[in-house]
Each structure stands twice: as C-alpha cells, then as structure tokens.
C-alpha cells in the first residue's frame, strides 16, 4: 500500500483543526498538512448538535479565533453564525483544498526509524483502508464520542410510550408544538433548550437531580457594538476580547478565593430575577462551590423569564422509574409527558477513541502524564488540541496551536526531526487530570491521562501562565528531547 505523505496530518475539521490549519498556513507555509474528517462536514460540534437554539455558552470574542475577528452583533451566537464564521474562516485562509472529508482515522503508528508516523484511515461507506504517513500528528478531534451521547440506565426506561430525545441527536422536524415536555438536566443544553421549547410547547419542565449556578447575560456587548462605528473591526475585536479574557480570568480567580461570597452572590442574582416567593434555595443553590463545574449562561434571562411567565418549571428530585407516561420521581410525584429530552451530556472519548502504537508496541496513555496541556510523556512529535473548562475552548486551543508551529520551526532550524517530552525527574507525582466534578469529567477520569504536580506536568487552567509558557516560553526546556 503506498502512503500519502505530509509533514503534519490533523485530525478533525471541527473548531479546533480549522484553528490549526489556519495557523500552519500562516507560521508553517512551506509544509505540506492535510486535515482528516470523518464526517462530511466541517464544524464538529457546531454542525452535529441541532437541537433548537443551539448556541455557544462561551462569548464569541474568545470562542472565536485570535486572528479574525467576529463581526456580528451578537456576542453569545446561535450554532448558524458559529457554522458561517467557520466557512468564512475556511474561504479565507484556503483550506478547502486541505480537508478530507469521510476520512475516519482508525490507528496510527510511530516509526522510530522513519521519525514518522503511519495513519490507517477507512473511507466512508467501504471497508477500504488508506493510509497517510506524516513528521508530526496533531489531534483536533474533540473530547466526546460523536457517535451517542450519555444516557444513564434509569428503570422502565423502555416502558415510556412518549417521544424520547436524546440532544446529540435531534431528530429533524420534531414537533413539539402543544406538547408537554420533560428536559432532564441542567447543564448548558438543558439551559439552552427549555426557554427554546417553551415557545411553542404547551409547558416545558426541566427535572434536575441537582442544581446548577446560573448566571443571565445579555446576548449583544453594547461596548463592542458601540465600538464598531469608531474603530477598525481588528481594534473592536482586540480590546473587547482582552477584556472578556481579563474579566473572566478574574471572576475565576475569586471564585476560587472566595467560593461562600461568589456562592451567595451568584444566587441572589437568580433571586433577583424570580422574586423573593421562589425557592432559589431548592432549584438554584448547588451543593459545590462556583467553578467546581461550569456555570451556565442564561442568555438575556430567558429561562428565568418562562419560568415567571409559566412556560416553563423547575423540579428538583431523584428519578424513580419511567413510567408509560412519563416519569415517577422518589417523591412519589409522577410527571407527565408527550416528549422527554435526555439532557443527560456527553460520553468524553479520548483522542477519538484511536489506536496509537510506538514501533508496534501499545500507547499506554493512562500511564502518561500531559506535557503543557498539549503532549504526551514518551510519546514523539504529536499534539492533542484541548481547550479550557473554565474559559473559552479556542482560547487554550489558539495556544497549542502556536506552540505546535513554533516546534515545528524549531524543528527545521536545528536540523533534528523529532521532539519528545521525557519524564525522568522522580519528584514528579501524579494528580488527576482535572480539578473539575461534573459528571462527564469524573466518569471519565480513569480513561485520560494524569498530570503533575510541577511544570511543565502541571495543567494551569489560566490563559496567561500558559500564552507565557506556550507562546513565549523555550521549546528546549529540558524536558523536550530533541533528535
């Protein structure tokens, strides 16, 4: 079988690898890179996810890329201006040429002789397996599996008669309209679904197990719109996007200081919203401390606003057992339901679930600490893009990416071929990979790889320790063993 060569191979066309493609075009010109997409689209979880009101949970000055800027007026986007900033990103930078399309990557291996990697791909609809050989493997393929999202064994779960929806994959024209609707969960989808769904449905409940920290943010920055008449659209782009970055590294910072003051201010917020008769206390006051999982945004208030209007309700209670017609709760209360919506998350897949081998033999990564947030202890010129949990995911993303260009010049300019980061300092300890306890973290904790307890083992969660480390910091660092 002979195999297409390149110097850099990413995998995945979604935000992160167009991020990449970007910036090897502008760092790397002279290499040759070619980007695998198992779908027949680009966008990742921008073009899988159509459930109505689909939006990011992030702002647009910092979800977006550093080098281009966001246009529109709406700061927090619907998942059709996320899609069109991508094309026009992909038209822009001249990587339409560069993406394979029904390309799923399957394994891949690392030649200590060759200094290169060998990538088996299967083509959609075939059984038929390609391959690709290429100097430096850049894995933008996600945290999640594509394929199903998680879904908890609740008992009787077969015996509902109703409509059940999981949102990872929506079934096109769903009609809701005049329906009761049951939302399980009160992550970010959850949020963004049931003022969504109230519009038309006749009453939408969302069935928490517990509650999450809310916080209402007006979907436009009057600032940058204001801005936009004044200054060039890089200049608006720049100073709102420091700012976001500022704001947000400093509101983690306190929470993480002072979790009881940001606890009780955060939730006199929603109590300032629903009005002093509600019980904020039952359905918006978690048991953890702010930042311990993500807060979520309620875009202009909506949620609060069908909840006043009675659209929409909040329960707060432990699923019994699902019954024909919906769902009885540990109360004894039995909801009532045409459609349930299984917001239940995500199931985190490693590296697209892929099979690495070094010189044949098994990558055994949970054995492996992450170097810079990016890399792999032991494992040769490859990279993994993946973002904040705290912060927007193209942030930590934007960064990766940097560094991987600059080691790959590095690269070049010293005349070696292959970087590996080695752990050989014995006071180095493990810790888990993230200090984070939402569900689709802690289930998935024994399947990723730890980090250390020192740098460069040690995963920041902070852009500007890490825009120092990655964009300025040294590539021969002692650790990196360059041949």
């Given at each position: 079988?002979?195999?297409?060569?390149?110097?850099?191979?990413?995998?995945?066309?979604?935000?992160?690898?167009?991020?990449?493609?970007?910036?090897?075009?502008?760092?790397?010109?002279?290499?040759?890179?070619?980007?695998?997409?198992?779908?027949?689209?680009?966008?990742?979880?921008?073009?899988?996810?159509?459930?109505?009101?689909?939006?990011?949970?992030?702002?647009?000055?910092?979800?977006?890329?550093?080098?281009?800027?966001?246009?529109?007026?709406?700061?927090?986007?619907?998942?059709?201006?996320?899609?069109?900033?991508?094309?026009?990103?992909?038209?822009?930078?001249?990587?339409?040429?560069?993406?394979?399309?029904?390309?799923?990557?399957?394994?891949?291996?690392?030649?200590?002789?060759?200094?290169?990697?060998?990538?088996?791909?299967?083509?959609?609809?075939?059984?038929?397996?390609?391959?690709?050989?290429?100097?430096?493997?850049?894995?933008?393929?996600?945290?999640?599996?594509?394929?199903?999202?998680y879904l908890p064994q609740w008992p009787g779960y077969g015996d509902y008669q109703g409509t059940l929806v999981h949102p990872q994959t929506?079934?096109?024209?769903?009609?809701?309209?005049?329906?009761?609707?049951?939302?399980?969960?009160?992550?970010?989808?959850?949020?963004?679904?049931?003022?969504?769904?109230?519009?038309?449905?006749?009453?939408?409940?969302?069935?928490?197990?517990?509650?999450?920290?809310?916080?209402?943010?007006?979907?436009?920055?009057?600032?940058?719109?204001?801005?936009?008449?004044?200054?060039?659209?890089?200049?608006?782009?720049?100073?709102?996007?420091?700012?976001?970055?500022?704001?947000?590294?400093?509101?983690?910072?306190?929470?993480?200081?002072?979790?009881?003051?940001?606890?009780?201010?955060?939730?006199?917020?929603?109590?300032?919203?629903?009005?002093?008769?509600?019980?904020?206390?039952?359905?918006?006051?978690?048991?953890?401390?702010?930042?311990?999982?993500?807060?979520?945004?309620?875009?202009?208030?909506?949620?609060?606003?069908?909840?006043?209007?009675?659209?929409?309700?909040?329960?707060?209670?432990?699923?019994?057992?699902?019954?024909?017609?919906?769902?009885?709760?540990?109360?004894?209360?039995?909801?009532?339901?045409?459609?349930?919506?299984?917001?239940?998350?995500?199931?985190?897949?490693?590296?697209?679930?892929?099979?690495?081998?070094?010189?044949?033999?098994?990558?055994?990564?949970?054995?492996?600490?992450?170097?810079?947030?990016?890399?792999?202890?032991?494992?040769?010129?490859?990279?993994?893009?993946?973002?904040?949990?705290?912060?927007?995911?193209?942030?930590?993303?934007?960064?990766?990416?940097?560094?991987?260009?600059?080691?790959?010049?590095?690269?070049?300019?010293?005349?070696?071929?292959?970087?590996?980061?080695v752990l050989d300092d014995p006071s180095v300890e493990e810790e888990p990979w993230l200090d984070f306890t939402s569900g689709y973290i802690?289930?998935?904790?024994?399947?990723?790889?730890?980090?250390?307890?020192?740098?460069?083992?040690?995963?920041?969660?902070?852009?500007?320790?890490?825009?120092?480390?990655?964009?300025?910091?040294?590539?021969?660092?002692?650790?990196?063993?360059?041949?």
């Amino acid at each position: 079988m002979t195999a297409e060569h390149f110097d850099v191979v990413v995998v995945g066309a979604g935000i992160s690898g167009i991020g990449a493609g970007c910036h090897l075009t502008m760092k790397c010109p002279d290499r040759r890179f070619v980007i695998l997409e198992a779908r027949d689209q680009i966008g990742g979880t921008w073009d899988l996810f159509r459930y109505p009101g689909i939006r990011s949970d992030s702002d647009m000055f910092t979800l977006g890329f550093s080098f281009k800027p966001w246009r529109d007026d709406d700061a927090i986007a619907g998942g059709d201006k996320i899609l069109r900033y991508l094309n026009e990103t992909i038209d822009e930078y001249g990587l339409k040429d560069k993406i394979r399309f029904g390309h799923e990557v399957v394994a891949t291996n690392w030649d200590s002789r060759s200094a290169r990697w060998t990538v088996d791909v299967r083509r959609k609809g075939s059984n038929e397996v390609t391959q690709f050989t290429c100097q430096f493997l850049f894995m933008c393929s996600g945290y999640y599996d594509y394929e199903e999202g998680y879904l908890p064994q609740w008992p009787g779960y077969g015996d509902y008669q109703g409509t059940l929806v999981h949102p990872q994959t929506w079934p096109e024209g769903l009609d809701y309209k005049g329906k009761k609707v049951i939302v399980i969960g009160s992550g970010a989808t959850a949020v963004t679904l049931v003022p969504e769904l109230a519009k038309e449905a006749s009453h939408v409940t969302m069935l928490q197990r517990s509650p999450t920290y809310m916080a209402a943010r007006p979907h436009q920055d009057p600032l940058a719109n204001w801005l936009r008449g004044k200054l060039p659209a890089k200049w608006v782009y720049g100073i709102t996007r420091w700012k976001k970055i500022l704001l947000g590294n400093y509101f983690y910072k306190r929470c993480r200081a002072q979790p009881e003051k940001i606890k009780a201010w955060l939730v006199n917020q929603v109590r300032h919203e629903l009005g002093p008769d509600y019980d904020v206390k039952k359905h918006f006051t978690p048991h953890y401390n702010p930042w311990d999982q993500r807060l979520c945004l309620v875009t202009n208030g909506d949620l609060f606003d069908r909840i006043k209007d009675g659209s929409a309700s909040v329960v707060t209670d432990h699923i019994d057992r699902f019954t024909p017609e919906g769902i009885r709760l540990k109360s004894g209360e039995e909801l009532r339901a045409d459609i349930i919506v299984t917001a239940t998350g995500l199931k985190m897949k490693f590296l697209a679930g892929l099979q690495f081998t070094l010189d044949g033999a098994p990558v055994d990564f949970m054995n492996s600490l992450y170097y810079k947030g990016m890399m792999f202890s032991g494992v040769p010129n490859m990279a993994a893009s993946f973002g904040y949990t705290n912060a927007s995911w193209t942030l930590k993303c934007d960064l990766t990416c940097d560094y991987v260009c600059r080691l790959l010049n590095y690269l070049k300019e010293t005349g070696t071929e292959v970087a590996t980061p080695v752990l050989d300092d014995p006071s180095v300890e493990e810790e888990p990979w993230l200090d984070f306890t939402s569900g689709y973290i802690e289930r998935a904790r024994d399947h990723f790889p730890k980090q250390g307890n020192k740098m460069p083992w040690q995963l920041h969660q902070d852009y500007f320790k890490d825009r120092k480390m990655l964009h300025k910091g040294a590539l021969d660092d002692g650790v990196m063993r360059f041949s």
